[in-house]
């Protein structure tokens, strides 16, 4: 069985930089998505981001979900508790116009590691492009140009939990 692309950033400088270039075209044409390592976020930073995403679930958001649950009458209904998506999310949106000074309940140490996320995701975003550019043959920053839309590119982040259930399937 095929395991999934993933393309190493590193290996773009130097040598090895036409190999991984067929390789993002390959996962393109052949899988349409692939994963990214070596792109340049700290893995320090990303663990925070984790850490301060599940603090925020546990002080704000887990007994929201539980509430939900509770008012639906679920505990009771197991047809219903095994069709139930047991995911708790909420979206943070960082371009055209951010939302994170009007979410609720966020932290301003919480706010200021997600603006910071969202400034690092979108600067890789815009690599990948170029890199998907160099591919097809295209002028550098043409991809940007064509998502960016008469009021900006949209971006986001759906941040998610998958909280345990009640009553595993």
Request: aromatic share 10%; hydrophobic share 40%; glycine share 6%.
């Amino acid at each position: 069985m095929a395991t999934f692309p993933v393309i190493n950033m590193e290996k773009l400088n130097g040598v090895g930089r036409a190999a991984t270039m067929e390789m993002i075209k390959d996962a393109c044409e052949n899988w349409g998505f692939f994963e990214v390592v070596n792109h340049g976020i700290a893995t320090e930073f990303m663990d925070t981001v984790e850490k301060l995403t599940k603090e925020h679930y546990r002080k704000c958001m887990e007994q929201r979900f539980k509430e939900m649950v509770a008012k639906k009458g679920l505990e009771a209904v197991q047809s219903e508790i095994n069709d139930l998506d047991w995911e708790s999310t909420f979206f943070l949106r960082h371009l055209p116009v951010s939302n994170i000074s009007e979410m609720p309940d966020l932290e301003e140490e919480y706010r200021r590691v997600m603006k910071e996320f969202a400034a690092q995701l979108e600067k890789l975003a815009e690599q990948l492009l170029d890199l998907l550019c160099e591919n097809l043959g295209l002028e550098n920053g043409y991809l940007k140009k064509v998502f960016y839309g008469s009021k900006g590119p949209n971006f986001g982040t759906k941040v998610s939990n998958y909280p345990r259930a009640q009553s595993p399937i």
